[in-house]
């Protein structure tokens, strides 16, 4: 596993680090490269208060993902093994190249036009992840609709938890914010997540360890996201990695 890009999760994404740690070790590498290729996709739109120059970073990485494919660029802890996985794995620069673009959301001021807005970044940005990081440990093709629907529960999930956050920040990421929306948002992401049926890789799932729990705790209590209580306790964060590790269901 290439010590680089575990130090990025670890550094930027803690709850995908701790299902890295409990993926099998044969699986750890290509999702280290992964994990930590989303960390820095996600990280670039905040990394300057200026939205050309977030741009700019962006279209960087656009860049580095169609250089890698191709077997050039600059050698980086990153993109050079991820361009090897592009190439070894077949993994889709296209779908690589959505996920950045997916992040332009994240420089500008301006809300998701409606929730279907609102579930295309979900998808482009988690639900992406989720399945390249399953088509990267050997899933079927067939498993795609599982895997994106999956991971776009997770995103919605993690992007609840984010809202006071996004609001300091001056944006704003709820198309309806009052308790009936971010319900019914809530259990919509745990209907598509009921819906999930395909062989992902346990490996690929574990990310999503904590989406059902903290799915239903804002259907079920829905002013939490608000005034960012979402969190669950560190013995249910273990709790559920442990079980899911152990029984693949999520």
């Not at 899933?139 to 529960?153: F, I, Q, Y």
Request: contains cysteine; aromatic residues 6%; charged residues 25%.
């Amino acid at each position: 596993m290439s010590e680089a890009c575990a130090e990025i999760v670890q550094r930027a994404d803690p709850e995908r680090f701790a299902a890295l740690m409990a993926a099998p070790v044969a699986d750890r590498p290509a999702l280290a490269v992964l994990y930590a290729f989303n960390a820095e996709v996600a990280r670039a739109p905040w990394a300057s208060k200026e939205p050309m120059i977030a741009e700019m970073r962006l279209q960087w990485w656009r860049d580095a993902v169609e250089a890698a494919a191709a077997g050039g660029g600059q050698p980086h802890e990153v993109m050079t093994p991820l361009g090897n996985m592009i190439r070894d794995k077949g993994l889709p620069v296209e779908a690589l190249d959505g996920m950045v673009a997916a992040r332009q959301w994240d420089v500008w001021r301006e809300p998701h036009a409606d929730a279907a807005a609102l579930w295309r970044y979900l998808e482009e940005t988690g639900g992406v992840l989720l399945w390249l990081a399953a088509k990267a440990l050997g899933a079927p093709d067939r498993a795609e609709p599982a895997a994106r629907s999956l991971g776009a529960a997770q995103a919605l999930a993690n992007y609840l938890r984010a809202v006071p956050q996004l609001e300091t920040l001056g944006r704003i990421p709820l198309v309806d914010g009052t308790p009936a929306g971010v319900a019914a948002l809530a259990r919509e992401g745990l209907a598509r997540l009921d819906t999930v049926r395909g062989p992902i890789p346990r490996g690929a799932a574990l990310a999503a360890f904590l989406t059902r729990p903290v799915l239903a705790f804002a259907a079920q209590e829905p002013a939490r996201v608000a005034d960012g209580s979402l969190e669950l306790s560190e013995f249910t964060r273990r709790k559920r990695l442990l079980w899911q590790s152990l029984t693949g269901r999520f």
